[in-house]
Structure formats: structure tokens, C-alpha cells
């Protein structure tokens, strides 16, 4: 029997996996906590559910797509959340960023009533989840994953079982930290390269195929270039993940001198009211401090 899937959490993220999910023939049901954003789904032919509970009483599988670790524990384990509507046996994959500390708690809240986890962070972007190339750093039950495994490859194209419960959201941190470090060297390179006086794109074009070149460099520079800060990632939920870093390296005692740099520059930025702009307006960190501006 095909498994029955639902999906929580139709963002910018969440939207593009429901849609690869249909394409891929599953029978999909959705839910949104803003309902109106449920309808662009159904009319690609998902259905839609009432409540978290509701869409876990009709799925086998339930994947779960929102913002940060007390969102997922809401959808989860909250009052509608999945663990009063999921049948024993029922497959929760989690893909969005959180702790992995509190996902190895959820993980065992779930087990009490006989439903399994994965968690399945996911990296590659607005666009990865668009055309379904995620990579996807999975924790938990390799069993599980075997039999989440048609689903996630419908999602993504990486699929790398990491560890236990918790294994795959630590793979992730580490994934943000090699993130916001190209970030940061996309972004004062290209303002070193205004200062200098060089044909910015000519300069990319070079850069981009070599040593350097980077998901990064190639996906966000050019927006950077055209002065387009549409967010695929917005500057408040990289700062949700660098916090998850620091939290994490603390608890480990491990040094992170550029992240925690780079948290506190996000940080001028989400005073400045630019949270929602995407993580490649680092630059505008770097803008205000040299008082050099990139490709106006
Ligand atoms: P987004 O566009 O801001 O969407 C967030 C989603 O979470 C929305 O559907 C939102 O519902 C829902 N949500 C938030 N809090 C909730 C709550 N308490 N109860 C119910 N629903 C809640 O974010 P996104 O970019 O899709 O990111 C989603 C997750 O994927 C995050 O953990 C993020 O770190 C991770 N991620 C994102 C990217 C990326 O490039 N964007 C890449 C890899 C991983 P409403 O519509 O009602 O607000």
C-alpha cells in the first residue's frame, strides 16, 4: 500500500516540497496555520486537513516544514498537535532547522505513543525545495529511513543518513556554519572588489568556476549585484540557526569565532528592521561600517 502523506508548514520551503510530493503522484494532504495559503495546494489536488491532529488521523507519513523549535513542538505535541491525531506506527519526518537537543526529547515524547521520528533538515535553498535537488541530513532509525526513503527522494537528491535521533539537525548546524562563512567572504570580497574599481560581474564570472567558487557566490552574488534582497532564506531564521550553533557550542564547549561575528552582524541588521530581507544582505553589515556600497 502507498503510504498516505501530509505535510505541515506551506512556507517558502514546505510549498515547493507539497508540490514535488503531487508531482511525484502521492496522495497528499496539507495544513497551514494561515489557511490561505493552503489554497495554491489544493489546486494542484492536496487536501486540505482542519488541524495538525486532523492530518495526522488521515497520513502514515507526516512531515513537518515550520520555523523553529517551539513551532515544531506546537504542531507536535500541542493541543491539536499530531500526537493526538497519528495512529501507533506513524512516520513523523521533521525538515525544518531546530535543536538538536530538543528534537531527541520530541523524538521520545513520540515513541511513548508508538510513533517513530526522523529528523530531516534540509539544505539547497528556496530553489532546492522548488525543484526538488535538496540535501537532506537525516537522524534517527535507519529502518525508518529506508521506508521514508521514496518520499525524501521525491524532495531532495542527497539523502545522508548521519546517526541517531538529533544527528541530522547537529549535521545541519555544521551545514550553517560553512553557510554564513561564505556569506561573509562573498560579502567582503565583493566590497573589496567596488572599492577597487572592478567590473563586478566580469569579477564573479572569474571567481565563481575556480577555488572559490561557491552555492553561494553563484546563487546570491548576482542578486547582491542587482540589489535584490527577496529572501529564499530570510536574515531571521539564519539568526534562529546561528543561535542554535552558539547554544550548541557552548553546551560543547567548542569555539566559533566567525559565527558568533557573523550573529552579531545579523544582529545590527535585524535592528535595523531588515530581518525579513534574504542572509545574502550580510553585506549591508559591511556596507555601513566601510560606508562603500556593492553594484549601485
Ligand atoms: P517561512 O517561509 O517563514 O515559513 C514558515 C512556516 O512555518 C509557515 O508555514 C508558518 O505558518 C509556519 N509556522 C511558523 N510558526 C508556526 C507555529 N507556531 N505553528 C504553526 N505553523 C507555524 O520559512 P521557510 O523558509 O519555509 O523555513 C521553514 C524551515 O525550513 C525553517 O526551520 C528553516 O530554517 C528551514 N530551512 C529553510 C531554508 C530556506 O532557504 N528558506 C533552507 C533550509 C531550511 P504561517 O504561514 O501561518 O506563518
Redesign the pocket.
Known amino acids: 500500500m502507498t503510504e498516505r502523506i501530509g505535510l505541515?508548514?506551506?512556507?517558502?520551503?514546505?510549498?515547493g516540497m507539497a508540490a514535488n510530493l503531487l508531482r511525484a503522484g502521492f496522495t497528499l494532504r496539507v495544513w497551514?496555520?494561515?489557511r490561505s495559503?493552503m489554497e495554491a495546494l489544493i489546486a494542484q489536488g492536496a487536501q486540505p486537513a482542519d488541524s495538525?491532529a486532523d492530518l495526522a488521523a488521515h497520513s502514515d507519513i507526516i512531515i513537518t516544514?515550520?520555523?523553529?523549535t517551539?513551532?515544531v513542538e506546537?504542531?507536535l505535541l500541542g493541543e491539536q498537535g499530531v500526537i493526538h491525531g497519528a495512529q501507533p506506527g506513524a512516520l513523523v519526518i521533521d525538515?525544518?532547522?531546530?535543536s538538536p537537543q530538543a528534537t531527541r526529547m520530541i523524538a521520545e515524547r513520540l515513541a511513548e505513543h508508538g510513533i517513530h521520528m526522523l529528523d530531516a533538515?534540509?539544505?539547497?535553498?528556496?530553489e532546492?525545495?522548488e525543484r526538488g535537488t535538496?540535501s537532506i541530513m537525516v537522524g534517527g532509525d535507519a529502518q525508518q529511513l529506508e521506508r521514508a526513503r521514496p518520499v525524501l527522494q521525491a524532495i531532495g537528491q542527497t539523502i545522508t543518513h548521519i546517526g541517531d535521533h538529533g544527528a541530522g539537525q547537529m549535521a545541519?548546524l555544521v551545514n550553517q556554519i560553512l553557510v554564513v562563512g561564505n556569506t561573509l567572504a562573498m560579502s567582503e570580497a565583493l566590497l573589496f572588489a567596488q572599492a577597487g574599481g572592478l567590473d563586478l560581474e566580469r569579477t564573479l564570472q572569474a571567481v565563481s568556476g575556480g577555488a572559490a567558487g561557491s552555492w553561494m557566490l553563484s546563487h546570491r552574488g548576482p542578486q547582491i549585484l542587482r540589489r535584490d534582497w527577496r529572501?529564499?532564506?530570510?536574515i531571521d531564521?539564519q539568526q534562529?540557526?546561528l543561535r542554535l550553533v552558539l547554544e550548541a557550542a557552548d553546551q560543547l564547549g567548542t569555539p566559533v569565532l566567525a559565527t558568533s561575528l557573523i550573529f552579531n552582524l545579523y544582529r545590527v541588521l535585524q535592528q535595523a528592521g531588515l530581518g525579513g530581507e534574504g542572509n545574502h544582505a550580510l553585506i549591508k553589515a559591511l556596507e555601513r561600517l566601510s560606508g562603500i556600497s556593492v553594484g549601485a
Do not use: Y
Request: net charge positive; proline share 10%.
Open positions: 505541515i508548514g506551506l512556507g517558502i520551503m514546505g510549498r497551514n496555520r494561515t495559503r495538525p516544514c515550520v520555523s523553529d517551539p513551532d506546537a504542531v525538515t525544518s532547522t531546530i533538515p534540509v539544505s539547497g535553498g528556496s532546492g525545495a535538496l545541519k529572501p529564499g532564506f530570510t531564521l534562529k540557526d
